[in-house]
């Protein structure tokens, strides 16, 4: 039975699976850090998700489920912070809108060569927070050999400079 509201849960958290046996503590402290804050960002630019953020106190972003077993895998949900309770809708709108701003950003990222992946934007773009953020979010996850992000029925695998959407 306690699997119940882990299964109800697949429908909006994200999970990340980063392809490491060994994860150094300053690596996972970085990506959490740099997750987080483009997690607010995408919420804060995306409808629907934008009025949760705007609520004080605003609601977390958490880790439901860690599990180590060959690689990292997380699962991440926004829970209101008054009762703990997860956030389906907030959670639904942000990370849908997060994995279709960050594939949309690594494919517009210029080509290395024409055999070669994505090279990373010039730090001097001046672009959108929103893009800013993405562009930290696909450089911590490509300094692991092999990271994904999973959404429902999507799958986003970043492997050195191949990008996999599906």
């Known amino acids: 039975?306690?699997?119940?509201?882990?299964?109800?849960?697949?429908?909006?958290?994200?999970?990340?699976?980063i392809g490491l046996v060994e994860v150094s503590v300053s690596y996972m402290s970085s990506l959490l850090r740099t997750l987080q804050a483009a997690m607010r960002e995408v919420a804060l630019n995306t409808e629907g998700a934008r009025e949760h953020m705007d609520a004080r106190p605003q609601p977390s972003l958490v880790i439901r489920r860690l599990e180590a077993d060959g690689s990292v895998s997380m699962s991440f949900v926004f829970k209101d912070p008054l009762n703990g309770e997860p956030m389906a809708d907030l959670s639904a709108r942000t990370f849908g809108s997060f994995l279709d701003r960050l594939g949309s950003f690594v494919m517009s990222l210029p080509q290395r060569s024409l055999w070669g992946g994505a090279s990373r934007r010039s730090s001097h773009d001046p672009d959108s927070g929103v893009t800013r953020r993405m562009d930290?979010?696909?450089?911590?996850?490509?300094?692991?050999?092999?990271?994904?992000?999973?959404?429902?029925?999507r799958r986003l695998e970043i492997e050195g400079d191949r990008l996999e959407i599906g």
Not at 1 to 8: F, L, T, V
Not at 136 to 151: D, G, H, N, S
């Open 1 to 17: 039975m306690a699997e119940e509201p882990e299964r109800g849960a697949a429908d909006y958290a994200l999970t990340i699976e």
């Open 136 to 153: 930290q979010v696909y450089a911590e996850l490509r300094r692991a050999p092999k990271a994904a992000l999973i959404f429902r029925e």
